[in-house]
Every structure is written in structure tokens, then in C-alpha cells.
């Protein structure tokens, strides 16, 4: 399926159906504050995070380092944010999720694995090899023509 399609067509309809549900179990009133509630309590969290990351990035260019751990687990936060500012119960929870620490770590394991695989084609030790990844080899010979030896008599001898 096309990521747009479930950005913009399969998440909608499901928050829908969850506002729906959960309105219909506590009330629209509870339904509404526990939507802000977890809007506030998120922009609280990105913004902590997002100082330990920021803070932790600093830490590794002091060291000459280039802090992509840091780079990978800030984008995850700034999606965070947006999906827990975003009125729903399914954002939310995926917007708390990439708070967490452990599943940003998981979540950067995945992402370098499956990169891994598309740019070089074979996957690190101990995983299964991405579907669309090919070990094609191309065999032959070559041969070595100088400039100096570009003479006619080679030129003739490649047109056998």
C-alpha cells in the first residue's frame, strides 16, 4: 500500500472510529480532555527529550564525532511531536512510542539494517537479505589497449 494512502486515508478513518468508540464508552467531554491532556503531557516530553538529544549531539562534535544516534533519535522526536499534537488516540500512541528511548534504538537498528541492504545489496551478518537486493555477477575478460598501441593493427584486430 502507498504510504499516502495510509497517511491520509487508512489513519484518519481509524481515528475516527477510535473517537467514536472510546466518546461512546466515557462521553465527549472526557473523550476531549483526555485528546488535550495528551497533547500537553507530549509537548512536555518532546521538549525533554529533544534537550537530551540536542545536549547529546553537542557532547559528540566537542568529541569530533558526527552524532547520528543523535540526528536519527531527534527526527523521531520532531515526529513524535507533530503525531501528539495531532488530535487522535492511534497518534498518540504512536507519538509516545518514539518518545521511548529503547524503541527509537530498535527503530534505528531497522532502519540502518533495512539502508544496508538497499545500498550495498547484501545485509550485515546473521539477517535475511531484503527481497529486492541481488547478488548479480558479471563475468569476463578484458583486455589492456594503451594509447600508444592504438595503432591499426589493433584497431583491425578487434574487428574479428
Known amino acids: 500500500m502507498p504510504l499516502l494512502f ?3 486515508v487508512i489513519i484518519p478513518l481509524t481515528e475516527i472510529a ?14 476531549l480532555s483526555l ?4 497533547a500537553l503531557i507530549g509537548a512536555f ?11 547529546s549531539a553537542r557532547a ?4 569530533n564525532e558526527i552524532p547520528l544516534d543523535a540526528l536519527f533519535h531527534g527526527i523521531c522526536i520532531a515526529v513524535a511531536g507533530a503525531l ?5 488516540f492511534l497518534t498518540d500512541a ?16 531497522m532502519a540502518a539494517r533495512y539502508f544496508e541492504t538497499m545500498i550495498f545489496g547484501t545485509p550485515p551478518p546473521g539477517t535475511k537479505p531484503h527481497p ?8 569476463g575478460d578484458f583486455e589492456r589497449v594503451d594509447a600508444e598501441e592504438n595503432t591499426e593493427d589493433s584497431l583491425n584486430n578487434h574487428e574479428r
Open 60 to 63: 559528540r562534535m566537542r568529541d
Open 132 to 139: 529486492r537486493a541481488q547478488d548479480d555477477i558479471l563475468e
Open 94 to 109: 504512536i507519538g509516545f512510542l518514539l518518545l521511548t528511548p529503547p524503541f527509537r534504538n530498535k527503530l534505528q537498528k
Open 84 to 88: 501528539l499534537i495531532t488530535p487522535g
Open 35 to 38: 485528546t488535550f491532556v495528551t
Open 45 to 55: 516530553l518532546v521538549r525533554s527529550e529533544g534537550l537530551q538529544t540536542i545536549f
Open 18 to 31: 477510535l473517537f467514536i468508540a472510546i466518546g461512546g464508552q466515557i462521553g465527549l467531554w472526557w473523550t
Open 6 to 8: 495510509i497517511i491520509f
